[in-house]
């Protein structure tokens, strides 16, 4: 089958889109696949608009951006291009900053002209280095699975990434372009030893064919069977997450040591899969040991990206901002009105209303109330000195939550209702205070009810 025929068979695979932007460098892999998109039959072909980005790296990128127009042109291609100035350029890190520039470039457009689907010319060869970058800087096991051939475009939402060219070596696209006598452009900084990458496509990778001609396909071999691997474990993986989750991000100490070891540390690796934290092996580590330590019931491990690991009793997990451990919101205060709902900031509801249990629901959490005596009541949050009246006298709320052995995260988000001097009569979900609904001549005529599908 020629090159044309598959590219066909795969984009039809891949492509759900009517409109679509094709990432052109210029060079052979981009030129060659602006080339099979155009000659794809009208019936499948989308609208493909063009997107270039003269990066100012080299003297040739001026003669690189007319010679797209004029190809646009005579085409008949939308072509939206940029220039990366020079002022822009960091003293390290280029390829990673160039990178960044393009693709919030492309999301840019995408948003604009209504595009959900960005195609890219990376090819088997691509994947191979990937793999090989992958293996030498180390990370978790799922990313030697390499480049998606479709996935979620994270900078623009509800978009898509699209490689229709991953199933082309280098080689063969090279062969193409020759055969059709497509004009493109040789970056020379493609050759230059001092970045990885190149060395790798350069003189390592082509050392390692030497030795087996069949490197490449090996290595494609083992993302696939991986791949593979992972798809089967995707939905047993979820399920064993499910039964040991508590709350967002929280998860159940127990729960997790009751799994089998393998399993433990597969489900810590989800849980710490955070896009905006690069978490280390070594961090992994951290959290495993800090977990299985009986001596430390509490711990914290700083992440990236203002994330935290953290162990508290017999919770742990993943929260955004230390503060959200730490700060107690006492700023939240809104006083009860009789027959009415009070919406919440977590998007919980409370409501103060006379006794009526034909309103309650199954999972409602109720405090009854035999007289207005208290009244009026306030909702709010644990403050500095809150105490609650329990059969055995006043106790500090912080001590009862303490006992309880609720972790920070619980308690920063517990409800109190409070009575009319700001005294606590319910921690709601946890402790009711005493004598708080002692039926007066056996009847209620209150009642506040909250209701939640998560209860503390």
Known sequence: MDMMNRFQQNFVKLNQ???????VSTGVDSMVMLQLLLKLPKKIRPQVSVAYVNHRLRPASAQETEFIRSFCQTHHLPLFTTDWSPQQHPAHGIEAAARDFRYKFFAQIMQKQGISELLTAHHQDDQVETFMLKLIRGGQLQQLTGIA???????????WILRPMLLFSKTEIRAYAVEQRIKYFE????????????????RFIPELVEENPQFK????????QLACLQAAMKPLLKQRLQAIKTAEHTYSLTNW???????QQLLLEKILSIPTAKITHGQQQQASELLNNSQKPQGRIDLEGNWLFFKEYDHFGVTYSQANLTAVSTDFCQQLRLGEWQHLED??????????????????LVFKLPTD???????????KGDRLVTAVGKQKVKKILIDLKLSKVQRSKLWIVA???????????????????????????????????VAL
């Open 17 to 23: 889109a009517e409109k679509v932007l094709a990432a």
């Open 149 to 159: 051939a479709r996935r979620c475009f994270s900078a623009q939402a509800g978009s």
């Open 187 to 202: 970056d020379a900084t493609n050759f230059e030893l001092k970045v990885l990458r190149n060395r790798l496509r350069n």
């Open 217 to 224: 396909e090996h290595i494609i071999n083992y993302q696939s």
């Open 257 to 263: 040591q009751q799994q089998p070891r393998a399993w």
């Open 347 to 364: 998007g919980s509801q409370v409501g103060l209303f006379e006794w009526n249990s034909g309103m309650l629901h199954p999972k409602d």
């Open 373 to 383: 005596q208290r009244f009026p009541l306030q909702i709010r949050h644990r403050q």
């Open 419 to 453: 009575d009319k001097k700001n005294r606590p009569i319910w921690l709601v979900g946890v402790k009711r205070g005493y004598l708080s609904e002692a039926a007066v001549n056996g009847r209620m005529l209150y009642m506040i009810i909250f209701r939640n599908e």
